[in-house]
């Protein structure tokens, strides 16, 4: 089952996964799907009636994978794993997505401010009859925000494409008192699991 070329698919927009991915020595092909247009998207992200952040971002990364897999067979593409992951924050129960806009990005840095919220990325591989998902949990603590440090950061691009209004790779990293967990899979790409993914589906890792 292993790779001609050792290469991945990579199912996912983010330059944070391209870099972490660069920073363990995989090569790989982006394989984008669509997040919007006439057709709507090629995998829905929104939260269904009762769905735990668990089982969300299991759902979606799998659903990810599984689509951009499809991809590969359709358009008779070389054959490779393919890779996808979902992330989100959740606090009290309430899965923060990426905001909208400044007036969102500034309430969810109000909830999180001087409080412990979760990370959570799921991360899923499907490659001919492989198809295996595992999902990181990591804990962050931030101090307390002032009013003017969350203006100051909303005033700035980062936080608007990043699920909880933050991204703990920027700047953001100055309102983190306490992490445990994966700090790769905070900013979206667990990598132990990763590579234990990527290693059963025949990619030669160290």
Not at 34 to 56: I, M, Q
Not at 83 to 95: C, E, N, Q
Not at 156 to 171: F, L, N, R, V
Not at 173 to 195: C, D, K, N, R
């Amino acid at each position: 089952m292993k790779p001609a070329d050792n290469k991945i698919y990579l199912a996912s927009k983010s330059p944070r996964r391209r870099e972490l991915l660069r920073q363990i020595g995989i090569d790989f092909e982006l394989l984008l799907l669509r997040s919007d247009g006439p057709r709507g998207a090629d995998v829905t992200e929104e939260v269904l009636d009762g769905e735990s952040a668990l089982d969300y971002v299991a759902r979606v990364a799998n659903e990810k994978a599984a689509f951009a897999w499809d991809l590969v067979r359709r358009r008779h593409l070389t054959p490779r794993p393919v890779l996808a992951a979902d992330t989100t924050v959740t606090i009290d129960g309430v899965i923060l997505g990426k905001p909208a806009g400044r007036e969102e990005a500034v309430a969810m840095l109000q909830q999180l401010s001087g409080r412990t919220h979760e990370v959570l990325t799921s991360i899923a591989v499907h490659y001919k009859d492989f198809a295996e998902q595992r999902t990181q949990v990591s804990q962050v603590r931030f101090g307390v925000l002032s009013p003017a440090s969350i203006a100051a950061y909303c005033a700035t691009p980062e936080p608007y494409d990043k699920a909880g209004g933050y991204g703990i790779q920027g700047s953001a990293a100055l309102f983190v008192e306490h992490i445990e967990g994966s700090h790769s899979g905070i900013m979206g790409l667990p990598l132990y699991e990763t590579a234990q993914l990527l290693r059963l589906a025949g990619l030669p890792l160290p």
